[in-house]
């Protein structure tokens, strides 16, 4: 069984500041995807970044950069220069190769404040 | 700008109705994903087409719930009867596989049953 795990339900940090969001997970499978998805009050689920398990280069999309662990499963977001809106709920999600289903972790409520 | 799209926005009905709700996923995406969002449950996936055909519908309860792919432009999940419980946020998503495999996300059903 797969598991996602988002210990901070709630972040809030001003404008301009960098912030870390947390995840952890637990597969049993080598061959896997992670990913961050944004979910701004729109409600509309937006990819922010995705990391293959094999590489071990850490993803990066602008603002936006991953410390992906592999030996301790931890998978953060780092968001730089924060934005107003970048205020949404974020979830970690995991997949494992050959399949489709994607595990979600609880989210992290994320406000900015200016 | 290709998106997914999803009808109805909004939906109240009382329980015991039927409830349908569609998605018009990109075009040239051979994968759809029927997620539920809910404040306990967090985001789980409810079912999923590749090419039409349905690959996994394990988390949807099997005696009121039913998804159909009546064409690759169109898919549907249907609710007969509807009970309070189901009341919940409903996304559909699709994706390309083996191309990046990304899901994109329609803006989501927001469904209460009264």
């Known amino acids: 069984a797969q598991t996602v795990t988002q210990s901070q339900p709630e972040m809030s940090v001003q404008e301009a500041e960098t912030v870390t969001l947390s995840c952890t997970y637990d597969?049993?499978?080598?061959?896997?995807?992670l990913f961050w998805y944004k979910q701004p009050p729109s409600r509309q689920m937006i990819l922010v970044i995705r990391?293959?398990?094999?590489?071990?280069q850490n993803a990066t999309e602008n603002r936006f950069s991953v410390n992906f662990q592999k030996a301790a499963k931890s998978f953060s977001l780092k968001i730089s220069d924060s934005q107003l809106g970048d205020t949404a709920m974020y979830f970690c999600?995991?997949?494992?190769?050959?399949?489709?289903?994607?595990?979600f972790g609880q989210g992290t409520r994320l406000t900015i404040n200016p | 700008d290709a998106r997914v799209t999803q009808t109805p926005r909004h939906k109240v009905t009382e329980m015991g109705q039927e409830v349908t709700m569609r998605c018009q996923p990109i075009?040239?995406?051979?994968?759809v994903f029927w997620y539920r969002q809910t404040m306990m449950q967090g985001l789980e996936l409810l079912a999923y087409?590749?090419?039409?055909?349905?690959?996994?519908d394990s988390g949807m309860p099997k005696d009121r719930f039913s998804a159909e792919m009546p064409d690759a432009t169109l898919a549907t999940l249907k609710i007969q009867p509807s009970e309070p419980r189901d009341s919940a946020v409903y996304f559909c998503?699709?994706?390309?596989?083996?191309?990046?495999?990304?899901?994109?996300f329609g803006p989501g059903t927001r469904l209460t049953v009264l």
């Open positions: 998503a699709s994706g390309l596989v083996r191309v990046r495999d990304e899901q994109f």
């Open positions: 087409f590749r090419n039409r055909a349905p690959l996994d």
């Open positions: 597969t049993s499978e080598n061959n896997y995807y």
């Open positions: 990391q293959e398990a094999y590489k071990q």
């Open positions: 999600a995991l997949r494992r190769g050959g399949a489709q289903k994607l595990v």
């Open positions: 075009l040239g995406h051979n994968t």
